[in-house]
């Protein structure tokens, strides 16, 4: 998962507080691996000296203060931009995948030109290996074999997803605790 | 890894980013059966010595624009061209002459005929067009050795395992030297190595004889032997089309 664009996700949607963040983003992306609260501030303060995030108003009560962050134009630039443009396909990209398909349906937007980008990077790769593997060695063919493997599962997977974006949208939306 | 780097000439050469006119195009393709629209306007094109395939999930009328396409069946609406003439506007017949003549066929389960040997089968399109039987069977002897099918030749469909019969039905595809091979699904059939196997025959057959190709697959290995890839969904044309 990416963190960072998972956290200016959350922030489009309205200006959050780090503690917010840190519990939206275990519950959408990493359930079974929750993130450090030092992560999600790391995040935060990396974002803000990038121009990405500010800081819209501090909360102060018993305890530390409670800082409130906003995206920024530069913060909504870089998630648009990290949205649309494909990843490069390697094996394993699971993790960001889903982050994008959860965070475009966080954002209303349409699922389908984000998986159709995605697999048309995908099949680029995968004629890519094709070729090599007609013109090489048993060895590097088996191992554009392998790549082409996990491209190809990798592809079955935004396919399944694709068809079934309609339930996802239902099942990350239905709380309405995220407004 | 560095052996898989991207190579600068991996697809350097791809026909269809060529400019060469089309020689099978589709129009605004609308095609209904019964309450169903399978297609509705979607357009395609294909360059010479271009290979295609075309993805998209169950029932989103994939083969149904082959079938168009290669004039099997008509569209309700729309235009399809081949070589500048209209193919929807054929009579029965000239449409029957087109596909033995112009046109090559593989389909999923090899379709041959379980009563004739296998090299009968390769010679029947050059047979129904009218070319004398030892010339026909001649010519179809040539594709033997060439998809590594030697010694077959007397062997029934039956006798034969689902990658021979797959190669003998794309040696049948090839045999009247067709400018277009349709494919349909042509490794759903087979294991992964004998899919392998049989696609980089029939690609690489196809481009030693210059044909365009248009396979229709849900297999992401099988569409990265094309050129580009078409994404049909709901019967229209979706996602990026590289050209």
Not at chain 1, 33 to 59: K, N, W
Not at chain 2, 46 to 63: N, Q
Not at chain 2, 67 to 81: F, R, S
Not at chain 2, 112 to 119: R, S
């Amino acid at each position: 998962m990416s963190v960072p664009h998972a956290v200016l996700g959350l922030l489009q949607q309205g200006p959050r507080h780090g503690y917010d963040l840190k519990r939206l983003v275990d519950r959408y992306f990493a359930p079974d691996h929750p993130v450090a609260f030092a992560q999600i501030y790391a995040t935060l303060a990396r974002l803000e000296t990038r121009g990405r995030v500010r800081l819209e108003s501090v909360e102060r009560a018993e305890g530390p203060d409670r800082r409130r962050y906003a995206i920024t134009d530069t913060g909504v630039a870089e998630l648009e931009r990290w949205l649309t443009v494909p990843l490069d396909p390697e094996p394993h990209l699971q993790a960001a995948l889903f982050t994008k398909v959860v965070l475009a349906i966080l954002a209303g937007r349409p699922v389908a030109p984000i998986v159709d980008a995605e697999r048309h990077a995908h099949l680029e790769r995968m004629r890519e290996l094709t070729a090599i593997r007609r013109d090489s060695t048993l060895p590097i063919a088996l191992l554009a074999d392998y790549a082409l493997f996990h491209l190809e599962a990798d592809l079955r997977w935004l396919d399944l997803t694709a068809a079934r974006v309609d339930d996802l949208r239902r099942d990350v939306l239905e709380p309405t605790e995220i407004a | 890894m560095t052996s898989l780097a991207t190579p600068a000439t991996a697809t350097a050469a791809d026909p269809g980013s060529a400019a060469a006119a089309p020689i099978l195009t589709g129009h605004d393709l609308h095609k209904r059966f019964g309450v169903t629209d399978a297609l509705r306007g979607i357009d395609f094109s294909l360059s010479p010595g271009e290979i295609v395939a075309v993805m998209g999930p169950s029932g989103s009328g994939k083969s149904t624009l082959l079938h168009c396409l290669a004039g099997i069946i008509k569209p309700d609406a729309g235009t399809v061209e081949f070589a500048g003439r209209r193919i929807d506007a054929m009579s029965e017949s000239e449409r029957t002459q087109l596909r033995r003549t112009a046109f090559g066929f593989v389909f999923q389960f090899g379709q041959l005929v379980p009563e004739l040997t296998a090299l009968e089968n390769v010679a029947l399109p050059l047979l129904l067009d009218g070319t004398r039987r030892a010339d026909a069977e001649g010519r179809a002897a040539e594709w033997f050795p060439r998809l590594g099918l030697d010694g077959l030749e007397g062997r029934r469909p039956g006798d034969m395992s689902g990658g021979q019969a797959q190669r003998i039905a794309v040696a049948r595809a090839l045999v009247a030297g067709p400018a277009v091979i349709f494919a349909d699904e042509p490794t759903g059939s087979l294991d992964s190595l004998a899919g392998e196997h049989v696609m980089e025959l029939l690609t690489a057959a196809a481009r030693s004889a210059g044909a365009s190709v248009v396979i229709v697959t849900h297999e992401p290995r099988v569409a990265a032997y094309a050129h580009r890839e078409v994404i049909v969904r709901d019967g229209r044309s979706s996602g990026p089309v590289a050209a």
